[in-house]
């Protein structure tokens, strides 16, 4: 069973904690943090975080010459860590384009189950993945020292540690569109944002052409599938 649910809980559940504390004295006005940040130019910061990844499959129950039938499915998600740097330009009082190179070091683990005898193979993928996510930011007015804000954009994204395998070879670059939802709080000295965004590839990133492949059985693993989009859902803490 995926545990994907209880990331998502654990880090909307840290969120509100953030935030309780400042809405329990938002009907009062407090002394603004940083009050010229947002009118910048261009400002920048880092980020630090977690992801997890998923790849969906679009399979076509093909039976090889000796009988053999294989499906794959991704029982687990595994976390992976993140790490980049943030720029952001000032376009109106309540829109910023971002730009966020960033790097995602994370595996996917995939489990290949034979339905006419039971058996079963496994493979772990191991990916860096190097992204350019360029976003649009559209951030609520500020009250005191928070901002919620919505985002959504483009991410080119290359991986860095492709490796031929005998079941699945995955394409080097893919695109993925993206979403999320965060919030800025505005700290004395820096601000602090948290971040939840949900990215979903465009391309089939299953490579078909399976060259060094000699042995005509080991073949059924990509002659099943049709096509393969990676997901990913990325927890972030950007610091400016």
Known sequence: MKTIHYYIIAFLAALLLLFVPTSAQAQKRKVMNRPYIDQRLFHYGFLAGMHL????????GFINEAGDQWFTETPNYEPGFSVGI????YLTKNIGLRIIPTMHFGTKNLTFRNET???????????????????V?????????YRPYVMAGITPALDLTVKKHKQYLLRQTDLYLEAGIGCDFYLPFFKFIPEVKFMY????????????????????????????KSKMIVFTF???
């Not at 990844?53 to 076509?60: H, S």
């Not at 943030?86 to 330009?89: R, V």
């Open 86 to 89: 943030l720029g952001e330009f």
């Open 238 to 240: 950007y610091f400016e």
């Open 53 to 60: 990844q998923d790849i969906e499959l679009e399979q076509n």
């Open 117 to 135: 005898n039971g058996a079963t193979q496994h493979q772990t993928i191991k990916s860096t993945y190097v992204t350019i996510p360029i976003d």
């Open 201 to 228: 590839g465009l391309s089939n990133v299953i490579n078909k052409n399976r060259s060094d492949i000699t042995e005509e059985a080991d073949l059924i693993f990509t002659q099943s599938v049709n096509k393969a």
């Open 137 to 145: 930011k559209f951030a609520a007015e500020r009250f005191n020292n």
